[in-house]
Every structure is written in structure tokens, then in C-alpha cells.
């Protein structure tokens, strides 16, 4: 069954400071993998998505991530971070039907 | 479009009340999804819908609720009586077969006294 590891519940950044937001997933078939954001009182959007071709995925807000199947990873990263980037970052695969969520990452930008 | 619209956005109500949840999703989506958000569970399916039909309802966590969907266009969730335990966001979502990106609604705070 398809499951979803995010190692990091919290990850506290400067401004301007690069970041990496940690996903882990486990499945026995071809997958399709996701990055939702979450930011504070609203609901999740779709941050960007792997379903096939290139492994390396962006956002337009700078965020990108690379589809690594060997490692069976989907690690979000950002170069330089804003304030505005704080919120709740979810990593979900597919699974049938459904979406199978992680814990969710905290990330926190402090100025 | 307007998005997955969700009512209301807030909701207070005392142990033992029945609550309804209300959703619409995206004209045209086919599947509509129900989650609970919480601090100690984080994000759970609670069941979803395919043309209006639930597939699975595994994720509903007590006979206390349930939900509907009579047409395309509208589905509730109903907790009764409701404890505050069932204190949480609980988000609608809809997407369209072939298409795994889920919609996400803005999500009731339900707080039960």
C-alpha cells in the first residue's frame, strides 16, 4: 500500500536562506506525486505535481521539486525564501482513487 | 469558476447537537472527497463520492456520521449527536476521473462545546 513519510514537522528558515522539505514515499507501482501548501485559516492548493516526464517539477512562486525513483523521494525545494512563505506544506501520492497525505512540514520564515 | 464552496465557515455548537456540513464542488468534477483535519490526527479521508455514490467510507469513525450526496452538485456531512471531540477543519474536495489533482474548499471550523 502507498504511504507517505515527511521526516521534518517543523523547519525554521531565515529569510533569503535556502530551503528542503523532506518527503518519503513507499509504493509498489507507477506513481503520481504532489505538493500541496497550506496557508493559515484556508485550504490546501496545489503546489506543483509529478505525473511523467522531466523529474524536476516547478512551481511559479519558485519552488521546485525532483522526482528521485531510486530513492523513492519528493523533496520541495526553494533557493530563497519570503516571509510569505510560511505555511503548512503537505507531500501526497496517489493511490487509486484517493490522495494519501503526509504529516505535513511546518516551514516558518523568520525575518 | 468559483472553486469548491463550503458552508458554513464556522460552526459552534453544544455536545448533543446535530451538526451539517455543506459542500459544492467544482461543476463538472466527479469525485468529491470529505477530510478532518486535526493537530493530533492531521489530515484523514473520512469517504468519498464517484457520481454521487460513496466508494469508501472506511475513514468515517463512528456511526455518528454520515453523508450524502443526492445530486452533482451538493453533498453534506452530518454529525449527530456531536461530541467535542469531533472538534476540527473539515474540508470538501472534488476532482475529475483521470485528473489525481484534488480541489480543495476553504473548510468549516466546527467547534463543539
Known amino acids: 500500500a502507498q504511504s507517505v513519510t515527511q521526516l521534518d514537522s517543523q523547519v525554521p528558515v531565515f529569510e533569503e536562506a535556502p530551503v528542503e522539505l523532506r518527503c518519503n514515499y513507499s509504493s509498489s507501482v507507477s506513481v503520481y506525486l504532489f505538493w500541496y501548501v497550506q496557508y493559515p485559516n484556508q485550504g490546501l492548493q496545489l503546489l506543483l505535481k509529478y505525473l511523467s516526464g522531466s523529474t524536476l517539477v516547478e512551481s511559479i512562486n519558485g519552488f521546485e521539486a525532483e522526482f528521485n525513483k531510486s530513492q523513492t523521494s519528493f523533496h520541495l525545494r526553494k533557493p530563497s525564501v519570503h516571509i510569505s512563505d510560511t505555511a503548512e506544506y503537505f507531500c501526497?501520492?496517489?493511490?487509486?482513487?484517493?490522495?494519501?497525505f503526509g504529516t505535513g512540514t511546518r516551514l516558518q520564515v523568520f525575518p | 469558476d468559483a472553486g469548491v464552496i463550503q458552508s458554513p465557515r464556522h460552526e459552534v455548537t453544544e455536545m448533543g447537537q446535530e451538526v451539517t456540513l455543506r459542500c459544492k464542488p467544482i461543476?463538472?468534477?466527479?469525485?468529491l472527497f470529505w477530510y478532518r483535519q486535526t493537530m493530533m490526527r492531521g489530515l484523514e479521508l473520512l469517504i468519498y463520492f464517484n457520481n454521487n455514490v460513496p466508494i469508501d467510507d472506511s475513514g468515517m469513525p463512528e456511526d455518528r456520521f454520515s453523508a450524502k450526496m443526492p445530486n452533482a452538485s451538493f453533498s453534506t456531512l452530518k454529525i449527530q449527536p456531536s461530541e467535542p471531540r469531533d472538534s476540527a477543519v473539515y474540508f470538501c474536495?472534488?476532482?475529475?476521473?483521470?485528473?489525481?489533482?484534488?480541489?480543495f474548499g476553504p473548510g468549516t471550523r466546527l467547534t463543539v462545546l
Open positions: 501526497a501520492v496517489s493511490y487509486a482513487d484517493k490522495l494519501i
Open positions: 461543476s463538472g468534477h466527479d469525485y
Open positions: 474536495a472534488s476532482t475529475l476521473v483521470g485528473h489525481n489533482e484534488q480541489f
